[in-house]
């Protein structure tokens, strides 16, 4: 098992790396005019993060297809639209969290203005970087098509707007359902999505995956509310206890941290049982959504 | 004179009607759940505005092409953008601006979370209705290519982050042209782009109205200026005598109103012998830009 993990590790960190390089690539110096924008935005991009979504779309894809720098760009767009919504969420307006990927949040090093900027031109950044893909015209479009889509005002931006609706209220658990679903799901649905679009996978892949995304999502959704509970701020590398203070809507508070816990094993058992028919290819993917019930950060 | 005023007026009329109503039917209704972000999007879209830079696409377009419903998405698509930025803009954390359009803003009613959330959910609405419009998708790929990089980092979020540094700092000439350039100058560029390239326009035809747009821009943001310094602020639907407040960089500031509106008029001139070329078909874009120099809000 710890043999697996390792394994796990190299690999994150190795397409973490490709993801890097494409973004550093596509990105203008942290020296250009005007220079505070691009500081910031590349302040907030190359804070840490393990590039999960990206992660998941490049390992979607390899089921289906072989590997190809061609797909970067659009791995990279995704981490670059969930680092727009990590700076806009922080921002006092919504969270007001001073901490993000173990390190100051941008709008506390750049100021509340430049955040909000600097979270717009990421967003725009990312749409640009599918745009540049060498990726067919009908594929780009669908891919833009469904960012568009899930992120919007029906999909992660709902997500948020109930979130903020929910604050200190008594919800019930369609509700916390709902918000889960958008505001995490989303983005990791939409990663698997754009791994099956670029692979061209069958319809019947795509269902299978898509199911895989949701159950994955939900867990991840229900271990980071534990983690908020549970976990040591800097290990997890962002501010803990805040869901509690703020009378946030989890599922630990609906349902008690030992519940929700078995709640994700459940799911994650199920998705990894979704892999099965894909053998060897998938066991990134496996290992992957097990990490998910054992993080620390 | 006055009769071809009042022909203008009818119809800027005639083609806000026709935004309004493809807007209307692409929006989810106001009480679409979650309610309040849609009902956030629908009062600072609908609050007024004279669609002007879907009025340029339109124009634009129909020098080369006849007109036709299925570029009224893109012609929306202008109008969302344009209202995003208005959105963000009028935020405390940018220009704290409380009315705008002869309402209050945005952030005003629903608060500064939901405006947020409201903005950027109108940008991804922008591109997906030009995702959504009947259009080639070579022709479509483009236009959101120029979309993303007039309004990124490097087009009107430069000019943003440029204006924000310079608020209260003495500034050349060179840094007003940077600001307005990239402010206001982008959007009415990029209405012009999106009308040459919907309307398949020449190389030597999109250069023309490159040209003429780059001179209205320039004109109506010296307008502009001047107007928020004798402007009328119940005519003119947003706050006057904030630049002078804050001591933004603007051309009166810099050169006085009377160089600041000699300029413009020269502007305005130029703009309109590019036009020449096109005889009967351009007279509206030829009033439009004339409106700029009498425009009392």
Known sequence: MKQKRMMLKRDIKEKKELVNIEMDRFLPRKDEYPKQIHKAIRHSL?????????????HTYQLFAKMTPKILPVAGALEM?????????????????DYRRGKRACHIIYGSNIALLAGDALLLYAIEAIN???????????????????????????????DIESEGKKISEKVVNYIHKNKTGRL????????????????????????????????????????????????????????????????PALAGIEKSREKAEKLIEGACQLLDKYGEKAQYLELLARFILTRKF
Chains 1, 2 share one sequence.
């Open 46 to 58: 190359f804070a840490g993060g393990k590039r999960i979504r990206p992660y998941l779309m490049i």
């Open 81 to 97: 639209l969930h680092t727009y919504t990590l700076i806009h969420d922080d921002l006092p307006e919504i969270d007001n969290d």
């Open 132 to 162: 540049s893909a060498e990726v067919n015209d009908k594929i780009k479009l669908q891919i833009i098509r469904e960012f568009c889509e899930e992120t919007g005002h029906l999909g992660l931006i709902a997500g948020q707007m109930v």
């Open 188 to 251: 990791i649905n939409l990663a698997i999505r754009f791994g099956c679009l670029l692979s061209k996978a069958s319809e019947v892949d795509r269902e299978i995956m898509q199911r895989f995304g949701e159950k994955i999502g939900l867990a991840f959704q229900i271990m980071d509310d534990i983690l908020d509970i549970e976990g040591d701020q800097n290990t997890l590398g962002k501010s803990t206890g805040k869901d509690e203070r703020e009378k946030k809507a989890t599922y």
